[in-house]
């Protein structure tokens, strides 16, 4: 059986987990890996992988193949395992430093974003969490009512990425953008795109998203 196969494979089942309706099998997913040893953050990785390949089945133009309901109930199943794996995460050590994070306007998203919230969260960082569909001006002006240290956006669908760019310009034309650290993350980013926007650093995933997190606040220091 080749790599490629057993990918796909690992794909499909967690597609599965976070599909089912009644929350049976996401349950059983996390203390299993739990049991086996694996630490939260690698567990969220691994669903984070079967709730792209749903975004990616939701975009899809050619054969659209999960839906609305679909979304819905992968975005329940992630809550759960949230609510399971949260309390495993490390003590949290506050005052390392204040983000400001939200899912940009036309995207209802908010999976990637409160597990990457929780990510920072459980590491010290304090979290304003301004939520879904924000717009360029609910950017600017958590920015300047809270002076955060970060700003974090998240955007699940390619055709909310224009907000990014908007909400980077709107910061720029407010006197706010030398003021706070941008950094942008989701199914529909890519690093290019991130750079292009003139964003500070783009989050791979969760841990890659602390990691740079981190280096802007050594850079602060």
């Not at 057993?6 to 794909?11: E, F, Q």
């Not at 987990?17 to 691994?46: H, M, N, T, Y």
């Not at 960082?125 to 958590?142: H, L, R, Y």
């Not at 055709?159 to 989701?186: F, H, K, N």
């Amino acid at each position: 059986m080749t790599d490629d196969h057993l990918k796909v494979t690992n794909v499909s089942y967690l597609t599965g987990v976070l599909l089912d309706f009644k929350g049976i099998k996401i349950r059983e997913f996390c203390q299993s890996k739990i049991e086996s040893g694996a630490d939260p953050f690698s567990i969220f990785g691994e669903l984070q992988h079967g709730l792209e390949e749903i975004g990616k089945g939701y975009e899809d133009p050619g054969f659209r193949r999960y839906f609305n309901s679909d979304l819905i109930v992968s975005g329940r199943n992630m809550k759960r395992a949230i609510e399971i794996l949260k309390p495993l995460l490390p003590p949290r050590k506050d005052g390392k430093g204040l983000v400001v994070i939200g899912t940009v306007a036309g995207d209802v998203h908010d999976i990637g974003k409160t597990i990457f919230a929780v990510t920072l969260e459980s590491d010290g960082f304090i979290i304003k969490d301004i939520g879904v569909d924000v717009s360029c001006t609910g950017f600017i002006e958590a920015v300047r009512e809270t002076s955060p240290d970060i700003l974090a956006m998240s955007s699940l669908l390619t055709t909310t990425l224009p907000s990014m760019s908007e909400v980077i310009q709107g910061l720029t034309i407010a006197g706010l953008r030398d003021r706070v650290w941008v950094i942008v993350g989701g199914h529909a980013v890519t690093e290019q795109f991130a750079r292009t926007i003139g964003a500070d650093a783009y989050g791979r995933d969760c841990v890659d998203g602390l990691r740079k997190c981190r280096e802007f606040m050594q850079e602060k220091v």
